[in-house]
């Protein structure tokens, strides 16, 4: 067996073992929450509403936003695109070298990771997306990234990072890495987190079930707040809302094992009524809030915004379940294959069959496979202009004809 038919064996298997894997996460999840919901429609409709009012609203909940969040406390730096949100990040960080992070898909977006120069030392305490990274792989799903896999994967990288043996058992790799991770956090200067969403009246709400979030919210001095304009909701009730669809369409649950919300830097009035920032939570918090091409897409395709991340379309797509989410952009999976055709990149919208099954698991029921069409009919129309162009220049579809090379663009009506 050549070289190329060995590593072609193992990935097939590797990705045989990856696809039973997530489809045995998936049949868990759906019988966890059928269990734990006999209202999903009813939750679906309120969802819609809240995303709908709020997105339509968007400026409006930023400036309410930020008065409120100032009033309590908290900086509040809104970023345009990436590049202001890194360079905001940077300067809330300072001259600190020590940090800490929980899983993010905003962090992902802006490419927190060019932060990592100058000494500065990130820790991603997520277990899935530190072992994901561990590996040298991609997360393939919003809620679960390292569900492709497998322990035996996990302990070997593992193994190699601690430099001792590390028992192919999850459990054991769970106990593992978290006594790791808990002395990188102990020892941190600044923790950065996401959001699962922010209130106009100025709370930080974050859902979790690992515990990571609230040890890096709290245990070092500075709180680094990112998250996408879009996350804001009008009140904590609706808040409180979108945290019981996040929870139930991202994992099955009614709800998360930890829940937090932030509304300030740690203080205290106890000694002699005089308020003093920085008990034993971070005395110094900064929420950044990128824009990053979040309000174009309200005026073009408001609907996108009304994510909430739960990676629930995922979990029907056979594309998905076949590719193991190695597609889309920003996001594995349907909604990323919504951002690829929005953001341009043609082919890979051709991945998704159209079946609809995203939309009827979507709790905000976003219309993503409208957007495939809308996106193929677009690049149909520039590829049939093409073709005519050619046509009329070179009497054929394919452009100059050279004998012995093939055309660099084959077209098929
Ligand atoms: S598009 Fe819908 S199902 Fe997919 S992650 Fe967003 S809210 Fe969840």
């Known amino acids: 067996m050549s070289v190329f038919e060995q590593e072609l064996s193992r990935e097939i298997s590797?990705?045989?073992?990856?696809?039973?894997?997530?489809?045995?996460?998936?049949?868990?999840?759906?019988?966890?929450?059928?269990?734990?919901?006999?209202?999903e429609e009813e939750m679906r409709s309120k969802l819609r509403e809240i995303k709908e009012k709020s997105i339509a609203d968007m400026d409006g909940l930023v400036k309410r936003a930020k008065a409120s969040f100032e009033r309590n406390g908290i900086k509040v730096i809104i970023a345009k695109d990436a590049g202001e949100a890194l360079k905001a990040i940077g300067g809330a960080i300072g001259s600190d070298k020590q940090i800490v992070k929980s899983k993010s898909n905003t962090c992902k977006e802006i490419g927190?990771?060019?932060?990592?120069?100058?000494?500065?030392e990130i820790t991603e305490t997520d277990t899935g997306d530190f072992v994901v990274k561990l590996?040298?792989?991609?997360?393939?799903?919003?809620?679960?990234?390292?569900?492709?896999?497998t322990p035996g994967q996990i302990a070997e990288a593992m193994g190699k990072k601690m430099k001792k043996k590390i028992p192919a058992d999850p459990e054991k790799i769970t106990h593992e890495l978290a006594g790791y991770l808990r002395e990188k956090i102990k020892g941190a200067e600044v923790g950065i987190?996401?959001?699962?969403?922010?209130?106009?009246?100025?709370?930080?709400?974050?859902?979790e079930n690992e515990g990571n979030i609230s040890l890096v919210s709290r245990i070092p001095k500075k709180h680094i707040v990112v998250a996408g304009i879009e996350k804001i909701v009008p009140?904590?009730?609706?808040?409180?809302?979108?945290?019981?669809?996040?929870?139930?369409?991202?994992?099955?649950r009614p709800w998360p094992v930890y829940l937090s919300v932030i509304s300030g830097p740690?203080?205290?009035?106890?000694?002699?009524?005089?308020?003093?920032?920085?008990?034993?939570?971070?005395?110094?918090?900064t929420l950044v809030l990128i824009d990053n091409g979040r309000s174009r897409l309200q005026k073009e395709s408001p609907e996108m915004l009304y994510c909430i991340n739960c990676g629930a379309c995922n979990n029907l797509c056979p594309a998905y379940r076949q590719v193991l989410g190695f597609f889309g952009a920003r996001y594995p999976g349907p909604k990323g294959i919504v951002y690829a055709a929005l953001?341009?990149?043609?082919?890979?919208?051709?991945?998704?069959?159209?079946?609809?099954?995203?939309?009827?698991?979507?709790?905000?029921?976003?219309?993503?496979?409208?957007?495939?069409?809308?996106?193929?009919?677009?690049?149909k129309m520039e590829t049939?202009?093409?073709?005519?162009?050619?046509?009329?220049?070179?009497?054929?579809?394919?452009?100059?004809?050279?004998k012995g090379k093939i055309p660099d663009k084959l077209y098929c009506c």
């Not at 927190?112 to 500065?120: K, Q, T, V």
């Not at 922010?198 to 709400?205: N, R």
């Not at 009140?235 to 099955?252: F, I, K």
Request: net charge neutral; proline share 3%.
């Open 14 to 39: 590797r990705r045989k073992s990856a696809k039973g894997a997530v489809a045995s996460v998936v049949d868990e999840y759906y019988a966890k929450r059928a269990e734990a919901s006999k209202n």
């Open 135 to 149: 590996v040298g792989e991609q997360g393939i799903h919003q809620v679960i990234p390292a569900m492709h896999l």
């Open 112 to 120: 927190l990771e060019a932060l990592e120069r100058e000494g500065r």
């Open 193 to 207: 987190t996401g959001a699962n969403v922010l209130t106009a009246s100025g709370e930080i709400v974050l859902i």
């Open 384 to 402: 049939d202009s093409e073709m005519i162009k050619k046509i009329r220049e070179f009497g054929n579809p394919f452009g100059k004809v050279e």
């Open 235 to 252: 009140t904590l009730d609706d808040a409180m809302h979108v945290v019981r669809c996040a929870t139930l369409w991202g994992t099955g």
């Open 343 to 379: 953001e341009g990149q043609g082919k890979q919208n051709y991945l998704c069959n159209v079946c609809s099954n995203c939309e009827f698991s979507c709790p905000a029921g976003i219309s993503l496979p409208e957007y495939i069409r809308k996106a193929r009919g677009k690049l």
């Open 266 to 285: 740690s203080s205290t009035g106890d000694i002699e009524n005089e308020l003093v920032k920085g008990a034993q939570g971070a005395y110094d918090v």
